[in-house]
């Protein structure tokens, strides 16, 4: 059944007595305040609203189908707007729960759309942050915990991208939602002395880029430098590129680095030899090994990588021989920035395993040797099981019970006759 006056609200709904307009990177959306049921909360959260306390505050946390929280977050944020206008007044404010009117699911979290207050995981603990439903499902652990000050009344499709958004492993949206502005449309509440000088100071509309990722830890408010910014953003874009080609196979670890004690040595004279430059550079340490590339019909690409058992050696080598002449030719080395051995055992179906280097372990070594000495014990294990299984059918021939042997019928016929004549002569005696 509908009253006269509210035509599309039904009875059961709470009554309408405020509205607030956020204008959002993803669209605009209306919230319909409960300024009747819930006054201290509806006039916290308009005041808020109106000297502009959420401008440029971001969607931090956003499960599916479950609640998308947004305010400032931090040790500056949270607070009141009692606290805002008197630092000396209590810093959050007491809940406005309902349970006569949640029993007539008037003011419950059963719906998509419901705005209630986020608080600090205790009772009475209420500043200024909130959270929107984002499901339809019933959410009544909720209702007696979170107080209930609002609905969704225009702008649901930017409810459900924000329901849909990637999120990360902490429920971050992986591209920004934010809240650009906020715009009071109805305000039944006088304003409370001290509010003026706030509303004069209040920040400018913020208006960011849709496709902005987050890159900063700490509070959303956090100042970062514009070089800083490309440079976060730039690292953050290759990471995803290197993760992707992890997905599709075409590198065998996002996480992957070249070693740090190869050289990488161009510009060669196509007549030197491995021996000779392995002599040169062995100079400064101990060479693990010194190949140059060649093609297919033996002729050098002038180009070689130089592996040295320490880094150390490695780097006094960078230093030592970059512009050197050798055999007439002025080289060039530098640092090896190739992963060929890796990639090639990858290939080879050790994937995930095998010489890989990556950024937070040093292991690579100690996996290739057990993983040598494992390739090399595989066929004396093999003999070993075959000889085994040998053996084991051995015994068992032998166990077997002997079979009895086949007699002709001749002898079976001797064997009774014999008998007989036993029995003949043992009952003569007895007679």
């Known amino acids: 059944s509908y009253s006269f006056c509210t035509l599309l609200v039904p009875q059961n709904m709470c009554e309408v007595g405020g509205s607030v307009l956020l204008e959002t990177s993803r669209g605009d959306i209306v919230i319909d305040l409960y300024t009747k049921d819930c006054p201290k909360t ?10 502009k306390y959420y401008n440029g505050c971001l969607f931090h946390h956003v499960e599916k189908d479950f609640i998308a929280e947004t305010g400032r977050v931090g040790e500056s944020g949270g607070s009141s707007i009692w606290h805002q206008i008197d630092p000396s007044a209590k810093k959050y404010f007491d809940d406005e729960l309902r349970p006569q009117q949640r029993r007539k699911k008037r003011l419950s979290h059963n719906r ?13 603990t209420n500043g200024s942050q909130f959270f929107i439903q984002l499901g339809d499902r019933e959410l009544d652990f909720l209702n007696e915990k979170h107080t209930i000050f609002g609905h969704v009344a225009e702008g649901l499709h930017v409810i459900e991208m924000l329901n849909n958004s990637f999120v990360d492993s902490n429920h971050r ?11 009071v449309i109805e305000d039944p509440f006088e304003d409370p002395p001290g509010l003026a000088p706030l509303l004069r100071n209040s920040p400018e509309p913020v208006i960011e880029s849709d496709n902005e990722a987050y890159v900063s830890s700490g ?18 874009q290759a990471k995803s590129h290197e993760v992707m080609l992890e997905m599709v196979d075409d590198i065998a670890d996002a996480d992957m680095v070249p070693p740090k004690n190869v050289l990488f040595v161009c510009r060669l004279n196509p007549l030197t030899e491995d021996q000779d430059l392995e002599m040169i550079f062995s100079r400064f340490g101990k060479v693990e090994s010194c190949e140059i590339l060649r093609a297919r019909d033996g002729t050098s690409l002038q180009y070689a990588f130089v592996e040295f058992e320490s880094v150390k050696s490695c780097e006094m080598a960078y230093i030592k021989m970059e512009n050197v002449r050798i055999d007439d030719r002025r080289i060039h080395v530098d640092f090896s920035q190739s992963v060929p051995r890796f990639y090639c055992s990858w290939m080879k179906g050790e994937k995930g395993a095998v010489r890989m280097r990556r950024k937070d372990d040093d292991v690579g070594d100690q996996q290739v040797k057990r993983r ?3 390739s090399e014990r595989q066929p004396y294990r093999r003999d070993r099981e075959r000889s085994r299984d040998r053996e084991r059918d051995g015994r068992v021939r032998d166990d077997r019970p002997p079979q009895r042997e086949r007699r002709s019928r001749d002898s079976r016929h001797e064997d009774h006759h014999r008998r007989d004549r036993r029995y003949d002569s043992s009952r003569d005696k007895r007679r």
């Open 219 to 236: 509070s959303e408010s956090e100042d970062v430098d514009g070089d800083l910014l490309k440079e976060l953003l730039s690292a953050r």
């Open 112 to 124: 998509r759309g419901i705005v209630s207050m986020v608080n600090k995981g205790r009772s009475n």
């Open 372 to 374: 040598k000495e494992s």
């Open 173 to 183: 949206p992986v591209r920004r939602f934010a809240i650009h502005h906020t715009s």
């Open 42 to 51: 509806c006039e916290n959260f308009i005041k808020l609203c109106k000297i």
